[in-house]
């Protein structure tokens, strides 16, 4: 988020439209890459979704939570981290699950949300005290770390032997593979950027606050993205891809954009947060346990009503 980027209306609509092709076209070339690296690297398309692609598609929320940390900008950048795990459950598996129904057992990625939901009590609490310190922060990434480490080491033996049979003739090859996913990575980041600077724009001329504009446009333009990598999800019948990017981008967004901008400089953080927007992500988190565990996946009601309440909570901040 640049302080003194100051453009015509014109020109912000222009960057808004121009940002939303490159996070499109980023997201197309991700997912691809991705899945091809996954089978060729003998790892789960759920792993890939929960690691690769989920942490890539992240890479704007870090950009900008780190933009505005140096700049002084504490409410951006803390409403970007939250804004963007309720956009992420409410919005896009909402509109995800609305268009078809998404199949994953609850077994398969617990240990993703009971980090996840312990990460959110955790930022809770630190709230109460109006800040979060610099060594939970270091204790986030190292977390994180960890779970990336033994997550690849547990799939690259469970896939070892179904990933020889997915090595076949035509397949493309590793560099390719990354070829995509780095082009992806850059249409994602410079998209994003080009996005939240053109929206803030637009967002100064009604005079809203820095939190707001944080879990709104910047959490809304940073999730775009994921957006668009589920909808491509979609399009190869991918679901573990989905919710794993979905549940993995949450992950990485606490564990990572939080935990390194709180280890370069302790974050300020607004008691609004307690009473409004970390209840709401909480409770984002603990509606996938019994969605996820009694009906192997989620339903077209289930995204129904995810979106129901995530426009609920956009008519409760306005």
Not at 8 to 31: D, K, N, R, T, Y
Not at 129 to 138: A, D
Not at 236 to 246: K, Q
């Amino acid at each position: 988020m640049v302080k003194a980027f100051q453009p015509s209306i014109g020109i912000a609509f222009f960057f808004v439209a121009v940002g939303l092709l490159m996070l499109f076209f980023g997201g197309e070339a991700l997912v691809s890459g991705a899945t091809k690296l996954a089978r060729r690297l003998g790892m789960s398309t759920l792993m890939i979704g929960l690691t690769v692609v989920a942490f890539g598609t992240s890479v704007p929320e870090l950009f900008v939570s780190l933009t505005a940390t140096l700049q002084h900008h504490p409410d951006i950048m803390i409403g970007n981290v939250v804004g963007s795990n309720i956009a992420n459950v409410g919005l896009i598996l909402g509109i995800s699950a609305l268009t078809l129904p998404l199949r994953l057992t609850l077994v398969e990625v617990w240990i993703e949300l009971i980090l996840v939901l312990a990460g959110s009590v955790i930022l809770l609490l630190c709230t109460m005290q109006g800040y979060f310190p610099r060594s939970i922060g270091v204790l986030f990434i190292l977390v994180l770390i960890s779970y990336t480490y033994f997550s690849y080491r547990g799939s690259r033996t469970k896939r070892s032997e179904e990933a020889n049979d997915h090595v076949q003739e035509g397949m493309p090859s590793i560099p390719v593979s990354l070829t995509l996913i780095a082009g992806g990575l850059f249409f994602l980041s410079f998209g994003a950027d080009i996005f939240i600077r053109g929206a803030a724009a637009v967002a100064r001329w009604f005079g809203v606050s820095e939190l707001i504009i944080g879990l709104t446009l910047a959490a809304v333009g940073t999730s775009l993205p994921e957006l668009a990598s589920s909808f491509s999800a979609l399009r190869r019948n991918e679901p573990g891809l989905l919710i794993g990017n979905v549940i993995g981008s949450n992950m990485f967004n606490l564990f990572m954009v939080l935990g390194l901008t709180a280890a370069i400089s302790p974050v300020e953080l607004s008691g609004e947060l307690l009473y409004r927007d970390l209840p709401v992500m909480v409770a984002f988190t603990l509606v996938l346990l019994p969605i996820l565990r009694h009906s192997g996946g989620t339903l077209r009601w289930h995204g129904a009503f995810l979106l129901a309440a995530y426009i609920g909570y956009y008519f409760f901040l306005f």
